[in-house]
Antibody, heavy 124, light 109 residues
Framework: EVQLVESGGGLVKPGGSLRLSCAASGFTFSKAWMSWVRQAPGKGLEWVGRIKNKGDGGTTDYAAPVKGRFTISRDDSKNTLYLQMNSVKTEDTAVYYC???????????????WGQGTRVTVSS | EIVMTQSPATLSVSPGERATLSCRASQSVSSNLAWYQQKPGQAPRLLIYGASTRATGIPARFSGSGSGTEFTLTISSLQSEDFAVYYCQQYNNWPPGETFGGGTKVEIK
């Protein structure tokens, strides 16, 4: 059974930094492409970014609102996905989900399994 | 930039009735469309991909149709566990990447 467990959320001041983690189990993490998706309070879903597996280059893509501020990385030896959030803004307040990427077309993908999320609040 | 628009925002349906949800793309996404279900306090769950293929374990009462810019999710006979928010998502166009609709809340009438 696939399990994705996010952690690291909390309260951070505008301009600060936070690192989220996602511990994966139940599948071959090193072969998976992974994504982060967020959901602001009472709002819809917003894709944050994605990382390929190392065999496919390990490259990353980001949504425009977070590009240059957020960095996705992975440690295949620990079966863990990371989201480094720098220069955070109040609009980054959301629940952050990690997901497994099932399929892509034209550089855009959809997700299969989702973690339960970790809440990030950006406030002074 | 592609925009996904879902309608209606809220759909009131009685248990056992049929629910029809719409998703429109501002430009063609071919059949590269997914539907997710999200219950309160839970993570989203993949229902449909490829516009019409049910994901593993999804009941047959859920069906998807459409291609290009117009898509429909139909729940043939609503069960109590189906009251939730449903999101469509395109995975055809880059940039901007995965783009979700604003969601349709299916509530008990």
């Amino acid at each position: 059974e696939v399990q994705l467990v996010e952690s690291g959320g909390g309260l951070v001041k505008p301009g600060g930094s936070l690192r989220l983690s996602c511990a994966a189990s139940g599948f071959t993490f090193s072969k998976a492409w992974m994504s982060w998706v967020r959901q602001a309070p009472g709002k819809g879903l917003e894709w944050v970014g994605r990382i390929k597996n190392k065999g496919d280059g390990g490259t990353t893509d980001y949504a425009a609102p977070v590009k240059g501020r957020f960095t996705i990385s992975r440690d295949d030896s620990k079966n863990t996905l990371y989201l480094q959030m720098n220069s955070v803004k109040t609009e980054d307040t959301a629940v952050y989900y990690c997901t497994t990427v099932l399929y892509c077309s034209g550089g855009t993908c959809y997700s299969g399994d989702w973690g339960q999320g970790t809440r990030v609040t950006v406030s002074s | 930039e592609i925009v996904m628009t879902q309608s209606p925002a809220t759909l009131s349906v009685s248990p056992g009735e049929r629910a029809t949800l719409s998703c429109r793309a501002s430009q063609s996404v071919s059949s590269n469309l997914a539907w997710y279900q999200q219950k309160p306090g839970q993570a989203p769950r993949l229902l449909i991909y490829g516009a019409s293929t049910r994901a593993t374990g999804i009941p047959a009462r859920f069906s998807g149709s459409g291609s290009g810019t117009e898509f429909t999710l139909t729940i043939s006979s609503l069960q109590s566990e189906d009251f939730a928010v449903y999101y469509c998502q395109q995975y055809n166009n880059w940039p901007p990447g995965e783009t979700f609709g604003g969601g349709t809340k299916v509530e008990i009438k």
